[in-house]
């Protein structure tokens, strides 16, 4: 998606490589830790007060599991990619770490308001849509070649 309505770079010069590690990534790691995290909220994070309840599900959401998957994404990418993980941080992740707690808190607040705990990860499904187009984007541009795919 990223390549395609972002870079619009047509797909003659599509990288099919950089496609197939994102899905990989998503499907293999994001998807399962992410349905775990979720339910690790719901049964260990639980207060009186429902609003203060959101606010320390949101807090330790993007204290632990945003900055962890964010390490985790570029890292593994790098090695998927056959970079230095080193140099892909250092290029990206805390650019990266401060535009996500521009968007996924106010998202996660909704999500754990609203959302009941079966549909949370479809809905961060919907909105990483478009957050993984940045993410591809950036880890693209993070100062480290990507291969011909």
């Known amino acids: 998606m990223a390549q395609q309505a972002v870079e619009k770079v047509g797909w ?22 992410a349905t775990t995290w979720f339910n690790f909220l719901q049964r260990r994070v639980v207060l009186q007060n429902k609003n203060l309840e959101i606010l320390a599900k949101v807090g330790v959401d993007q204290a632990v599991f945003a900055s962890t998957n964010l390490f985790v994404f570029l890292s593994s990418m790098a090695i998927m990619e056959g970079t230095d993980p080193k140099e892909k ?26 959302v009941p705990l079966e549909m949370r990860v479809m809905v961060v499904n919907v909105v990483a849509l478009g957050w993984n187009c940045y993410l591809s984007y950036i880890n693209s541009q993070a100062g480290v070649k990507d291969p011909q795919d």
Request: glycine share 12%; no cysteine; aromatic share 20%.
């Open 12 to 33: 003659e010069n599509h990288k099919f490589g950089r496609t197939g590690r994102m899905a990989l990534y998503g499907g293999a790691v994001f998807g399962p830790a």
């Open 89 to 114: 941080l250092d290029a990206s992740y805390w650019g990266a770490l401060k535009m996500n707690w521009l968007v996924w808190p106010w998202v996660q607040a909704v999500n754990f308001r609203f």
